[in-house]
C-alpha cells in the first residue's frame, strides 16, 4: 500500500496531518507536483515534481497508482481514474470518493465548468474549516487502518 498526493492544490494543513499519519502508522508516501516541495525529513516520504502542463500531476498518479493504494485528490475526475484502477480516493475535507458516488461528482462538476465556460461566477471552493480538518484526519484514519489490516497476511 502507498499514499499518493495530489500536492499542487493539496492545503497545507492537510499535507501536515499526512505526514503525522505517515510516521505514525510508517506506510510510504509520494506527493506529485508541478512546483518544487518541501517535505519532512523522512525515508517514507518522497515528492515527484513534474513537468509544468494540465493534468501532468494527474497523469503521472494515474500511472504509478496501484490497487489497494490511497490517493489524496479534490481532483474528481483524477479520483474517478484512479477508483477505476482499484485505489481510494479521498479529498482533503474527509470525503471519500466511491464507485458509487463518483459518477454523480462527475456529473456536477462537468455541470459547474459548463456553467464557468459560459460566463456564469461559480465561486471557489469553500474555506477549509477546523471541522473539515477533523473530519480529513478520521477519514484518512479509518482507511489506513483498514488498509493496514488489509496488508497483513
Same mark, same amino acid.
Given at each position: 500500500?502507498?499514499?499518493?498526493?495530489?500536492?499542487?492544490?493539496?492545503?497545507?494543513?492537510?499535507?501536515?496531518?499526512? #505526514?503525522?499519519?505517515?510516521?505514525?502508522?510508517?506506510?510510504?508516501?509520494?506527493?506529485?507536483?508541478?512546483?518544487?516541495?518541501?517535505?519532512?525529513?523522512?525515508?517514507?516520504?518522497?515528492?515527484?515534481?513534474? *513537468?509544468?502542463?494540465?493534468?501532468?500531476?494527474?497523469?503521472?498518479?494515474?500511472?504509478?497508482?496501484?490497487?489497494?493504494?490511497?490517493?489524496?485528490?479534490?481532483?474528481?475526475?483524477?479520483?474517478?481514474?484512479?477508483?477505476?484502477?482499484?485505489?481510494?480516493?479521498?479529498?482533503?475535507? *474527509?470525503?471519500? #470518493?466511491?464507485?458509487?458516488?463518483?459518477?454523480?461528482?462527475?456529473?456536477?462538476?462537468?455541470?459547474?465548468?459548463?456553467?464557468?465556460?459560459? *460566463?456564469?461566477?461559480?465561486?471557489?471552493?469553500?474555506?477549509?474549516?477546523?471541522?473539515?480538518?477533523?473530519?480529513?484526519?478520521?477519514?484518512?484514519?479509518?482507511?489506513?487502518?483498514?488498509?493496514?489490516?488489509?496488508?497483513?497476511?
Amino acid at each position: 500500500m502507498h499514499i499518493w498526493v495530489d500536492a499542487d492544490a493539496c492545503p497545507g494543513v492537510i499535507k501536515e496531518i499526512l #505526514y503525522r499519519a505517515v510516521q505514525r502508522t510508517r506506510i510510504a508516501m509520494t506527493l506529485v507536483a508541478n512546483q518544487p516541495l518541501k517535505t519532512p525529513p523522512s525515508p517514507l516520504i518522497r515528492s515527484i515534481q513534474v *513537468g509544468a502542463g494540465f493534468d501532468v500531476a494527474d497523469n503521472e498518479i494515474v500511472a504509478r497508482v496501484q490497487a489497494g493504494d490511497l490517493v489524496i485528490t479534490a481532483d474528481i475526475p483524477l479520483a474517478a481514474d484512479v477508483i477505476k484502477k482499484g485505489a481510494l480516493a479521498l479529498n482533503p475535507r *474527509g470525503e471519500l #470518493y466511491t464507485e458509487q458516488n463518483i459518477s454523480q461528482r462527475l456529473s456536477m462538476r462537468n455541470f459547474m465548468d459548463e456553467l464557468r465556460g459560459s *460566463g456564469v461566477q461559480t465561486g471557489g471552493p469553500p474555506v477549509l474549516h477546523q471541522r473539515d480538518r477533523q473530519a480529513f484526519a478520521n477519514q484518512l484514519d479509518t482507511l489506513l487502518q483498514r488498509l493496514k489490516t488489509a496488508d497483513r497476511p
